[in-house]
């Protein structure tokens, strides 16, 4: 077996182009909200839609440099880790995501 084979399932959450640049659309998993963040360059990335100060909605935040900033307090999170930059600590939980063919795979 590939040792790199893990339990992730792939599903398909739509075009790329439903996704605002430098902007996110939240899809559900359970109890659970998972925003999927979209770059100036169609980068695509997913973090749970919780800011780790006090779990603002990042997903109305603003995308910029590979990071999105907060709207409630301006903490700036990088979407690559979900870890909160500068001074600020704590981090959102990540998810595997991939582009193929212009629609958008969330792995679950
Ligand atoms: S809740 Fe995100 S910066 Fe405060």
């Not at 439903?18 to 998972?34: E, F, L």
């Not at 780790?52 to 301006?74: A, Y």
Request: hydrophobic letters at 35%; glycine letters at 12%.
């Amino acid at each position: 077996m590939n040792a790199n084979a893990t339990s992730v399932t792939w599903t398909a959450i739509g075009p790329l182009t439903d996704i605002p640049r430098q902007g996110a659309r939240c899809v559900k998993n359970g109890a659970m909200t998972i925003a999927i963040f979209r770059t100036s360059d169609d980068r695509v990335f997913a973090l749970e839609d919780k800011c780790p100060h006090k779990n603002g909605p990042l997903s109305q935040g603003i995308v910029h440099d590979g990071c999105v900033t907060c709207p409630l307090h301006n903490w700036v999170i990088s979407l690559e880790t979900g870890s909160a930059q500068g001074a600020d600590e704590g981090q959102t939980a990540t998810f595997p995501i991939k582009l193929e063919g212009g629609t958008v795979f969330l792995g679950l």
